[in-house]
C-alpha cells in the first residue's frame, strides 16, 4: 500500500520540526556555550567530542530497542514520540543555562544537557528514518519519499541557519542569553506540534514479518553489511566537512571578513546559502538524476563541493568587500551538501535491502542509528576541530550584544590567526571529501542497475 499525499506531507512535517532542532544544537551550541556564555573553547570541544563517543554504545543500544518494540500503536511511533517531547525539554534546558553558574558548575552544565540532548535524539532519529524501508521497497517510490523527507530536513536546517541569530536579537534585545533561551522554547514547541502531526498521521506498514533478533544477531548483521559501513564512513567524512564551516562560520563573519556590518552580511549569506540548500534537496538532486546515476551524482556533487571551499580560500585573501562576492563558493557548497543528504539516505536505505538479501535479515533500525550515530559523531569531530582553531587562534571569549554588531572585531585579530581560521574551515574540508570520494569509488557497488537487481530478487524471494 503507497503512501498518501497527507502521509508524505506529516513525514515530511515532522523532518523540518527534527532538523530545526539538531540545526539550532550542531551550529550554535558551540557559539552559545563559548561566545556568550565564556566556556572554554576546549572544554566544549571535548565535551562535544565525548559525548559522540557515548553515542557509539547508545545508539545500536537504541536501534536493537526499536526493533524489539512490538505496541498496538506499532514499532515506530513510541519512540518517536517519547524522543520528541524529552528531546524538546532538554533543549530549552541546554539553551537555558542559570545565570548563577560560572566556570567549572557552567562547564559540568555544558556537559549534562548536551549529554542527555544527545541520548533523547537518538530516540526519536532512528525511528524516523526507519520508516522509509519500512514504507518502500526500493526504486522511485523509495526516492521519493527520502527526497521528500531530506528536502523538509533541509528547509527545517535552513530556517534555524537563517533566523537564528536575527531572532536571537529580537528577543533578548541587546542579551543573546536571554535570547537564545527564548528561542530554544520557540523551536522546542514547534518541534513537538511537527513531531505530534506525523505520528497521527502515519500508520504503519510492516514490510517484513520477521523474528526479533538477539543482540549478537544484530551486530553481525550490522557487520556484516559491507555496503553500510561504505556510507557510514562516507557519512562520517562528509558531514564532518560540513560542520567544521557550519561551526566556523559566525567566526569567519565576526573576525576575518569584519567591517562595521558584519553581521548583517552573516544573516544575508545564511539566507542566501538556506534557499540554494534547499532548492538542491527539492530541485537540483529531481533533475540531476533525469541524467545521470546516483553513482555519479554523488561523484558531480563532491567535486562541486571540493571547488566550492577552493573558491572559498582564494576569495578570503581578496579584500572581500562584498558579501556577494561569496556566495559564488557559497552556492557550491550549499547545492552540494543539499544533494549529499538526499542521496546518503536513499544509498542507506538500498543498504537494508541488500543486507536482507546477503545476509537474511531486514535490520531497518540498526542500519539507520549508525546515521543518527555518525552523523552526530561527525557534529562532535567538527566542533572539536573548529574549538582547537578557536583556541589555538585566540578568536574566543568575545560575547556580542546588540550595540556591540556595529564593531569592527576583525581589525584586531591577527594576520596569522585569519590565516589559520581560513585554513581550517576550506582545506580540512577538502581533504575530507577527497578521502569519500577515494573510498566510495573503490568501495561502493549498489549501482541503480544493481538495486533493481536486489529488489526483484526480494520480491520473488518473499512471494
Not at 528547509?155 to 537564545?180: C, D, P, Q
Not at 568587500?321 to 557548497?333: A, D, K, Q, R, T
Request: aromatic residues 12%.
Amino acid at each position: 500500500m503507497k503512501l498518501g499525499i497527507k502521509e508524505k506531507a506529516a513525514y515530511g512535517l515532522g523532518a523540518v520540526g527534527k532538523d530545526m532542532v539538531y540545526m539550532l544544537s550542531a551550529s550554535y551550541v558551540l557559539y552559545y556555550f563559548q561566545d556568550v556564555l565564556g566556556v572554554s573553547a576546549v572544554a566544549m570541544g571535548v565535551i562535544l567530542l565525548a559525548a559522540r563517543i557515548f553515542d557509539a554504545f547508545n545508539d545500536p543500544i537504541m536501534g536493537i530497542i526499536v526493533a524489539k518494540t512490538n505496541t498496538r500503536f506499532g514499532k515506530f511511533r513510541p519512540w518517536l514520540l517519547i524522543g520528541t517531547l524529552t528531546n524538546a525539554v532538554i533543549l530549552f534546558l541546554m539553551f537555558s543555562a542559570p545565570p548563577a553558574l560560572d566556570g567549572p558548575g557552567l562547564t559540568a552544565y555544558a556537559a549534562v544537557t548536551y549529554i542527555l540532548w544527545g541520548v533523547t535524539y537518538t530516540m526519536m532519529d532512528i525511528p524516523y528514518w526507519s520508516m522509509i524501508p519500512a514504507f518502500t521497497k526500493g526504486g522511485p517510490e523509495r526516492e521519493g519519499l527520502t527526497t521528500l523527507a531530506r528536502s523538509c530536513a533541509g528547509a527545517g536546517s535552513a530556517i534555524v541557519t537563517i533566523i537564528t541569530m536575527f531572532a536571537v536579537h529580537k528577543l533578548g534585545g541587546s542579551n543573546e542569553r536571554i535570547g537564545f533561551r527564548y528561542f530554544a522554547l520557540i523551536v522546542a514547541i514547534l518541534f513537538i506540534v511537527f513531531i505530534v502531526i506525523t505520528c497521527v498521521s502515519i500508520k504503519e506498514q510492516s514490510t517484513v514479518n520477521m523474528k526479533s533478533p538477539s543482540i549478537g544477531e544484530m551486530f553481525k548483521a550490522l557487520l556484516t553489511n559491507d555496503q553500510a559501513m561504505v556510507i557510514v564512513i562516507a557519512i562520517v567524512l562528509i558531514n564532518c566537512s560540513i560542520y567544521i564551516t557550519s561551526n566556523l562560520v559566525i567566526y569567519f563573519f565576526k573576525y576575518d571578513f569584519g567591517g562595521t556590518s558584519w553581521f548583517n552580511s552573516y544573516t544575508l549569506f545564511n539566507m542566501f546559502g538556506g534557499a540554494i540548500q534547499i532548492f538542491s534537496m527539492a530541485l537540483f538532486y529531481p533533475l540531476l538524476r533525469k541524467a545521470f546515476t546516483n553513482k555519479a551524482i554523488f561523484n558531480i556533487t563532491l567535486g562541486s563541493a571540493m571547488i566550492g571551499y577552493a573558491v572559498l580560500f582564494g576569495i578570503a585573501f581578496t579584500n572581500m568587500s562584498s558579501v556577494y562576492l561569496l556566495f559564488i563558493p557559497g552556492f557550491f557548497i550549499f547545492a552540494a551538501n543539499g544533494v549529499l543528504q538526499v542521496l546518503t539516505t536513499v544509498f542507506l536505505a538500498n543498504t537494508v535491502d541488500y543486507g536482507e538479501l546477503k545476509n537474511g535479515r531486514r535490520d531497518e533500525s540498526v542500519i539507520f542509528s549508525m546515521q543518527t550515530f555518525v552523523v552526530k559523531l561527525a557534529s562532535g569531530i567538527a566542533a572539536f576541530i573548529a574549538s582547537l582553531c578557536l583556541s589555538i587562534n585566540s578568536l574566543s571569549n568575545q560575547a556580542t550584544t546588540e550595540e556591540e554588531h556595529a564593531i569592527d572585531f576583525a581589525k584586531d585579530v591577527a594576520a596569522s590567526a585569519k590565516l589559520g581560521l581560513r585554513m581550517t574551515m576550506t582545506i580540512i574540508p577538502i581533504l575530507g571529501l577527497f578521502a569519500a570520494i577515494i573510498i566510495f569509488r573503490k568501495k561502493f557497488i549498489l549501482t541503480d542497475e544493481k538495486v533493481a537487481e536486489i529488489a526483484e530478487n526480494l520480491k520473488k524471494k518473499n512471494a
